[in-house]
Nanobody, 121 residues
């Protein structure tokens, strides 16, 4: 079975940086992507970034391009999300997911438990 565990969230001031990690265990498809989504209380989950297994494909939400970077290491079965120049609007819980393709959460059948990012103003 596939299990995803996120870590790296925390409390930072606006303009600060965090590096989120998502370590996977179990068998995953080479054709599926890994992705990061985020969700604030009472709001819908939204796409943040995605990366293919090979790393040749990446995608970012327009609102965060240039500030966030997604990367991965197949050997370590881990992906990261580097969050720079954080803003209070970046505060939601961040989830990693796999099993889908592209920027939509539809098809991503495996999810981590989430890691909280809190950005103070």
């Amino acid at each position: 079975q596939v299990r995803l565990v996120e870590s790296g969230g925390g409390l930072v001031q606006a303009g600060g940086s965090l590096r989120l990690s998502c370590e996977a265990s179990g068998r995953t498809s080479d054709n599926s992507h890994r992705a990061w989504f985020r969700q604030a209380p009472g709001e819908a989950r939204e796409f943040v970034a995605a990366i293919s297994w090979s790393g040749c494909y990446t995608a970012y939400a327009d609102a965060i391009e240039g500030r966030f970077t997604v990367s991965g290491d197949v050997a370590k079965n881990t992906i990261w999300l580097q969050l720079n120049n954080l803003k209070p609007e970046d505060t939601p819980v961040y989830y990693c997911a796999t099993g889908g393709v592209g920027t939509s959460q539809r098809g991503y059948g495996y999810w981590g438990q989430g890691t909280q990012v809190t950005v103070s103003s």
